[in-house]
């Protein structure tokens, strides 16, 4: 949380003939209230609407009528984001786009070398590539449940569609018009149909709302002065428009073929089986037509990604259009083939024909994944750094995470619907009523249980890590609290406070540890369900005893994390729609996921600093225009971030007149390491060249925020915390070890904003004080 802090304190430089002041508040994840971050119950909206707004307290509404009264502080002003990603309850259905997030974030996080370009372009390609496959999958285990599960095995069943009143006009058992097998497939993929839709309708709307928002700087760059420039303080960074509207047409126009393809193909299956030598044909030319169509997708995906040194204001209508609309007529002839009369088809035994495209789905992702760690081994080797996370390949790691992500909601999702249809039946055990999922969605969950045993050997090496600094760190402890007397049980807090925020600056090596572990994993679940074509249960039936045993209890197992897992995704979407507590919570994600924009998937939760950023840019630039005057820009935790991005986009003579104030800032210690192409050292040095005046303080205690490592004047810190090791005159009662909250507490923070806007002030002409128009700095 972020708070106005009170007057300047005692001894600090002022400067009367520097004009007014202004600190402008961000706040971090989690989100706040106006009325929190300035301390006063009684707030006004200067600008803004209800989704992101500046406020004032009341008696500062007409601040610059009056300087006067503002002569030795700041005007406060709190900028309020949190509605960006936690606002209405419909924004609980993001939980359902988690891969689609994760993957986003692997485009950005790209080792910080800019040879070769070919190179840089392949890596861009990869991860598209790679979030398209996502696209494919979740309508694939929609098609899935609604194709296979429902209409081709239950349906087709008179065992299963007797249990299902809703299932009898469609049930094998009716002998009515929508009994046949192929108007049933016909009717359910409404199903992954509207799913792709409201994908795109929910896409669309948010492009609208913050890919759309005008940023600040649109003055053009040449080539030359865009690839020496940091890539923040580029025009068209904060400006996706045209790359999402393409990228959305093409996972779109994927999503209905994908639907397209698991109608047809039972049906030219049978076709060919059978003696109709047109229904043959059709059947072969329309499998054709949506290969040619599925390679237009992918082409379309690889073609363009990003442009950043100007304001792409072309939206690329052929695609735009035509491409979904293409898929769409697809969809709809596939519709009519499936569900041409077949009086002699019946559904056979098993699954949809075509239940392989899962494990083909699950090797292009090992490939890609693999190929991208392959690209970002050559960039990181062009340009190492010290700490960048996993040594360039966190993008490739974050990747695999999201495939894993996906693997396991399709696998939970499917199984769920399976054992709820087929009234909980082991899926695979009895294969004459009721065959389930394919068998690598049940490989898939049973080596979870595996990952689960290899990670707890990990956790517990952490943990005793853990312990260990705590206990060589306490003499450090009390040699920061000199006066004191020394105490036992106080020391071994504030030590293990420290050592548990350092577990952060540890994060890497559990994430490479979760990703590698997930690729062998999955590739041992892929290559079992390929060689046995049956369930781990079924498959180990004639093998020696503990193995039998073994592979029954994994799946079981496996079962029973799946179950959990999409019992608690089901319960947190519930809570975060109904409670607006619980949805805070939830978008505490959201904060941290949602700051790139959308340049590899765009059906993730949008980008919260595509209208954030231009907001803070155009009110640092507009009020120190109008006034003349200093402002100081105050970021908390996230909100440094969303600070320091803004601060990029100011022009030059702005930000003369601008100064940085960061604490609990992740600008290094999170996205330094995991970003170094945006937030490595090379542009946090040329950021702290055009903003000379920059202050950072950190704890030692604080897991999430740090040191910015690049020199200068900028860090103070380790701030004492706590304030008092004891009880003092000052702290009658024991202070609270603060971690990441509530730095405008410390002394520190007051001290360093009146310095910082005392050295504004002596680098600056003197300002006008007539407050009225718009005039202009004098020299």
Same mark, same amino acid.
């Given at each position: 949380?972020?708070?106005?802090? /009170?007057?300047?304190?005692?001894?600090?430089?002022?400067?009367?003939?520097?004009? /007014?002041?202004?600190?402008?508040?961000?706040?971090?994840?989690?989100?706040?209230?106006?009325?929190?971050?300035?301390?006063?119950?009684?707030?006004?909206?200067?600008?803004?609407?209800?989704?992101?707004?500046?406020?004032?307290?009341?008696?500062?509404?007409?601040?610059?009528?009056?300087?006067?009264?503002?002569?030795?502080?700041?005007? /406060?002003?709190?900028?309020?984001?949190?509605?960006?990603?936690?606002?209405?309850?419909?924004?609980?259905?993001?939980?359902?786009?988690?891969?689609?997030?994760?993957?986003?974030?692997?485009?950005?996080?790209?080792?910080?070398?800019?040879?070769?370009?070919?190179?840089?372009?392949?890596?861009?390609?990869?991860?598209?590539?790679?979030?398209?496959?996502?696209?494919?999958?979740?309508?694939?285990?929609?098609?899935?449940?609604?194709?296979?599960?429902?209409?081709?095995?239950?349906?087709?069943?008179?065992?299963?569609?007797?249990?299902?009143?809703?299932?009898?006009?469609?049930?094998?058992?009716?002998?009515?018009?929508?009994?046949?097998?192929?108007?049933?497939?016909?009717?359910?993929?409404?199903?992954?149909?509207?799913?792709?839709?409201?994908?795109?309708?929910?896409?669309?709307?948010?492009?609208?709302?913050?890919?759309?928002?005008?940023?600040?700087? %649109?003055?053009?760059?040449?080539?030359?002065?865009?690839?020496?420039?940091?890539?923040?303080?580029?025009?068209?960074?904060?400006?996706?428009?045209?790359?999402?509207?393409?990228?959305?047409?093409?996972?779109?126009?994927?999503?209905?073929?994908?639907?397209?393809?698991?109608?047809?193909?039972?049906?030219?299956?049978?076709?060919?089986?059978?003696?109709?030598?047109?229904?043959?044909?059709?059947?072969?030319?329309?499998?054709?037509?949506?290969?040619?169509?599925?390679?237009?997708?992918?082409?379309?995906?690889?073609?363009?990604?990003?442009?950043?040194?100007?304001?792409?204001?072309?939206?690329?209508?052929?695609?735009?259009?035509?491409?979904?609309?293409?898929?769409?007529?697809?969809?709809?002839?596939?519709?009519?083939?499936?569900?041409?009369?077949?009086?002699?088809?019946?559904?056979?035994?098993?699954?949809?024909?075509?239940?392989?495209?899962?494990?083909?789905?699950?090797?292009?992702?090992?490939?890609?994944?693999?190929?991208?760690?392959?690209?970002?081994?050559?960039?990181?080797?062009?340009?190492?750094?010290?700490?960048?996370?996993?040594?360039?390949?966190?993008?490739?790691?974050?990747?695999?995470?999201?495939?894993?992500?996906?693997?396991?909601?399709?696998?939970?999702?499917?199984?769920?619907?399976?054992?709820?249809?087929?009234?909980?039946?082991?899926?695979?055990?009895?294969?004459?009523?009721?065959?389930? /999922?394919?068998?690598?969605?049940?490989?898939?969950?049973?080596?979870?249980?595996?990952?689960?045993?290899?990670?707890?050997?990990?956790?517990?090496?952490?943990?005793?890590?853990?312990?260990?600094?705590?206990?060589?760190?306490?003499?450090?402890?009390?040699?920061?609290?000199?006066?004191?007397?020394?105490?036992?049980?106080?020391?071994?807090?504030?030590?293990?406070?420290?050592?548990?925020?350092?577990?952060?600056?540890?994060?890497?090596?559990?994430?490479?540890?979760?990703?590698?572990?997930?690729?062998?994993?999955?590739?041992?679940?892929?290559?079992?369900?390929?060689?046995?074509?049956?369930?781990?249960?079924?498959?180990?039936?004639?093998?020696?005893?503990?193995?039998?045993?073994?592979?029954?209890?994994?799946?079981?197992?496996?079962?029973?994390?799946?179950?959990?897992?999409?019992?608690?995704?089901?319960?947190?979407?519930?809570?975060?729609?109904?409670?607006?507590?619980?949805?805070?919570?939830?978008?505490?994600?959201?904060?941290?996921?949602?700051?790139?924009?959308?340049? %590899?998937?765009?059906?993730?939760?949008?980008?919260?600093?595509?209208?954030?950023?231009?907001?803070?840019?155009?009110?640092?630039?507009?009020?120190?225009?109008?006034?003349?005057?200093?402002?100081?820009?105050?970021?908390?935790?996230?909100?440094?971030?969303?600070?320091?991005?803004?601060?990029?986009?100011?022009?030059?003579?702005?930000?003369?007149?601008?100064?940085?104030?960061?604490?609990?800032?992740?600008?290094?210690?999170?996205?330094?390491?995991?970003?170094?192409?945006?937030?490595?050292?090379?542009?946090?040095?040329?950021?702290?060249?055009?903003?000379?005046?920059?202050?950072?303080?950190?704890?030692?205690?604080?897991?999430?925020?740090?040191?910015?490592?690049?020199?200068?004047?900028?860090?103070?810190?380790?701030?004492?915390?706590?304030?008092?090791?004891?009880?003092?005159?000052?702290?009658?009662?024991?202070?609270?070890?603060?971690?990441?909250?509530?730095?405008?507490?410390?002394?520190?923070?007051?001290?360093?904003?009146?310095?910082?806007?005392?050295?504004?002030?002596?680098?600056?002409?003197?300002?006008?004080?007539?407050?009225?128009?718009?005039?202009?700095?004098?020299?």
């Amino acid at each position: 949380m972020s708070r106005a802090t /009170p007057l300047v304190p005692a001894g600090a430089a002022t400067v009367e003939s520097a004009g /007014p002041a202004l600190e402008l508040l961000v706040h971090g994840v989690g989100g706040t209230t106006p009325q929190e971050m300035l301390d006063d119950p009684r707030t006004v909206r200067v600008t803004g609407d209800g989704t992101a707004a500046i406020h004032r307290r009341a008696e500062d509404a007409d601040a610059e009528a009056h300087p006067e009264r503002y002569r030795d502080r700041p005007v /406060p002003e709190a900028y309020v984001w949190c509605n960006l990603t936690s606002g209405n309850s419909a924004r609980a259905l993001w939980l359902l786009l988690l891969p689609f997030m994760v993957i986003n974030l692997a485009h950005w996080m790209r080792p910080p070398a800019r040879e070769p370009r070919w190179a840089i372009r392949l890596y861009g390609v990869l991860v598209r590539l790679v979030a398209l496959s996502l696209t494919v999958l979740l309508v694939a285990a929609a098609c899935e449940v609604a194709l296979d599960l429902t209409a081709w095995q239950c349906a087709g069943s008179p065992s299963c569609s007797r249990s299902w009143s809703w299932l009898g006009f469609a049930s094998v058992a009716h002998h009515g018009w929508w009994s046949q097998p192929g108007r049933r497939l016909a009717l359910a993929a409404l199903a992954p149909a509207g799913l792709t839709a409201l994908l795109w309708y929910l896409s669309n709307r948010t492009w609208s709302a913050y890919e759309s928002q005008q940023p600040l700087n %649109a003055d053009p760059a040449d080539d030359a002065t865009e690839a020496a420039r940091p890539a923040f303080s580029r025009p068209g960074f904060w400006y996706g428009r045209r790359l999402v509207a393409r990228l959305r047409a093409a996972h779109t126009a994927a999503g209905f073929l994908t639907t397209a393809l698991g109608v047809t193909v039972a049906a030219a299956r049978h076709d060919r089986a059978s003696d109709s030598a047109v229904l043959d044909t059709a059947g072969l030319l329309l499998e054709a037509t949506l290969g040619c169509a599925a390679v237009v997708v992918v082409a379309v995906v690889c073609k363009r990604g990003r442009t950043e040194s100007h304001l792409d204001e072309r939206v690329d209508r052929a695609i735009t259009a035509w491409l979904p609309s293409c898929a769409l007529a697809l969809l709809g002839c596939a519709v009519v083939y499936a569900a041409w009369d077949r009086p002699a088809w019946v559904s056979s035994a098993g699954t949809l024909p075509g239940d392989r495209s899962f494990g083909f789905l699950a090797l292009t992702q090992g490939v890609l994944v693999v190929a991208l760690a392959v690209v970002a081994a050559v960039l990181c080797r062009r340009a190492p750094g010290e700490r960048t996370a996993l040594r360039g390949l966190g993008g490739p790691a974050v990747a695999m995470l999201a495939c894993a992500l996906g693997g396991v909601m399709t696998g939970g999702v499917a199984q769920r619907v399976a054992d709820w249809v087929d009234h909980g039946a082991t899926p695979g055990m009895d294969r004459s009523a009721y065959h389930g /999922p394919p068998p690598l969605l049940t490989w898939q969950a049973s080596v979870i249980p595996a990952l689960i045993a290899l990670l707890v050997p990990v956790v517990l090496y952490f943990a005793v890590r853990t312990w260990r600094t705590a206990r060589a760190d306490a003499p450090r402890v009390e040699a920061d609290y000199p006066t004191e007397r020394p105490d036992a049980a106080r020391t071994r807090r504030i030590a293990a406070a420290r050592a548990m925020a350092a577990l952060t600056d540890r994060a890497p090596l559990f994430l490479g540890i979760v990703s590698g572990a997930s690729l062998l994993l999955g590739a041992a679940a892929l290559a079992g369900a390929w060689w046995t074509s049956e369930v781990p249960a079924r498959a180990a039936d004639a093998a020696p005893g503990p193995v039998d045993f073994g592979a029954d209890a994994a799946q079981s197992l496996g079962s029973w994390c799946t179950g959990f897992g999409f019992l608690l995704f089901v319960t947190w979407g519930r809570r975060a729609y109904k409670d607006a507590a619980a949805r805070r919570t939830v978008g505490i994600l959201w904060d941290v996921g949602t700051f790139w924009p959308r340049a %590899a998937h765009p059906f993730a939760p949008p980008c919260y600093a595509e209208r954030a950023v231009p907001d803070l840019a155009w009110r640092m630039n507009t009020w120190t225009a109008r006034t003349g005057g200093r402002l100081v820009i105050s970021g908390h935790s996230q909100g440094s971030v969303l600070a320091a991005a803004a601060v990029w986009q100011l022009p030059a003579g702005t930000r003369r007149r601008v100064a940085l104030l960061t604490y609990g800032c992740p600008v290094e210690r999170l996205y330094g390491r995991w970003f170094p192409a945006y937030f490595g050292p090379g542009p946090l040095t040329a950021l702290h060249q055009e903003v000379h005046c920059w202050r950072n303080l950190w704890r030692a205690t604080d897991p999430i925020g740090g040191p910015v490592r690049i020199g200068g004047d900028i860090d103070r810190g380790p701030l004492l915390d706590p304030v008092a090791y004891g009880r003092t005159t000052a702290h009658p009662l024991p202070a609270p070890v603060l971690g990441h909250s509530d730095y405008q507490a410390d002394p520190a923070f007051a001290r360093e904003r009146a310095l910082l806007l005392a050295e504004l002030a002596n680098g600056l002409p003197k300002q006008r004080t007539d407050q009225s128009g718009s005039g202009r700095s004098s020299g």
